[in-house]
């Protein structure tokens, strides 16, 4: 259960052409069901919650 902020390090080391520029945070209820997602790139110092 998660009753607030938590920091993760989510590490996108593929510098190369085509490589991640970015990764998609799902919030999951205990069920598998999607309740939020945000998209954060590299450098980005939050994920903003849509």
């Known amino acids: ?3 607030g ?3 993760r390090d989510i590490p996108l080391s ?3 052409p085509g490589g991640a520029s970015s990764v ?3 919030l999951l209820d205990a069920d598998g069901n999607l309740l939020k ?3 954060t790139t590299r ?3 939050y994920c903003e919650v849509t």
């Open 1 to 3: 259960m998660c009753n």
């Open 5 to 7: 902020a938590v920091e």
């Open 14 to 16: 593929w510098d190369v």
């Open 24 to 26: 998609v945070v799902d």
């Open 37 to 39: 997602y945000c998209v």
């Open 43 to 45: 450098g980005d110092e």
